[in-house]
């Protein structure tokens, strides 16, 4: 007997929380339950009175997974919706990371041209290292990460996704 392989698509979602304790582990406790994967897990206060929060989650898992994961989040009490960007249309995300690299002489150089060309922005530098900020797409990201690499990468911090619908109104 065969089984069938169901096609793994990456999904963003954006779940929009009372601000409470406990919230962030109710959630991250769904996933861990049922062996599903967080790629990258954000939190944010997004009101005035600092009573909601949105948490931006990208995850990966068949079309069955990804529905099935939106109807047990939006069961949670302090959930108030749950909006899968992906499906949803046009959107942005971003990601902030960064990146320190080592080198002398024409890696140095280089890693500086680079870091032109990707629009990051040095914000350390000692003799012998860079600690370059740079935010855009996960790609883009992914992208100068790999060039680095070959300069001298040593450290790299990301942020997470945060993504949101285009348009004049809110989700």
Same mark, same amino acid.
């Given at each position: 007997?065969?089984?069938?392989?169901?096609?793994?698509?990456?999904?963003?979602?954006?779940?929009?929380?009372?601000?409470?304790?406990?919230?962030?582990?109710?959630?991250?406790?769904? +996933?861990?339950?049922?062996?599903?994967?967080?790629? =990258?897990?954000?939190?944010?206060?997004?009101?005035?009175?600092?009573?909601?929060?949105?948490?931006?989650?990208?995850?990966?898992?068949?079309?069955?997974?990804?529905?099935?994961?939106?109807?047990?989040?939006?069961?949670?009490?302090?959930?108030?919706?749950?909006?899968?960007?992906?499906?949803?249309?046009?959107?942005?995300?971003?990601?902030?990371?960064?990146?320190?690299?080592?080198?002398?002489?024409?890696?140095?150089?280089?890693?500086?041209?680079?870091?032109?060309? +990707?629009?990051?922005?040095?914000?350390?530098?000692?003799?012998?290292? +860079?600690? +370059?900020?740079?935010?855009? =797409?996960?790609?883009?990201?992914?992208?100068?990460?790999?060039?680095?690499?070959?300069?001298?990468?040593?450290?790299?911090?990301?942020?997470?996704?945060?993504?949101?619908?285009?348009?004049?109104?809110?989700?």
């Amino acid at each position: 007997m065969k089984i069938a392989q169901q096609a793994s698509e990456r999904h963003v979602l954006n779940v929009i929380v009372d601000n409470e304790a406990g919230i962030l582990a109710k959630i991250s406790g769904l +996933f861990t339950a049922r062996g599903y994967n967080i790629d =990258s897990l954000t939190v944010a206060d997004i009101s005035e009175d600092h009573a909601i929060s949105r948490i931006t989650i990208v995850t990966k898992g068949p079309e069955p997974v990804i529905d099935q994961i939106r109807a047990q989040l939006e069961r949670l009490v302090p959930v108030h919706r749950v909006i899968d960007l992906t499906e949803s249309g046009a959107h942005v995300e971003r990601e902030l990371a960064l990146v320190k690299v080592a080198g002398k002489g024409d890696a140095r150089v280089e890693a500086l041209r680079i870091a032109e060309l +990707f629009r990051a922005n040095v914000v350390d530098t000692t003799t012998e290292s +860079f600690v +370059f900020e740079l935010t855009g =797409s996960p790609d883009k990201v992914d992208s100068f990460i790999a060039l680095m690499r070959e300069l001298g990468l040593v450290e790299v911090g990301r942020s997470g996704i945060v993504g949101m619908m285009r348009g004049p109104t809110a989700e």
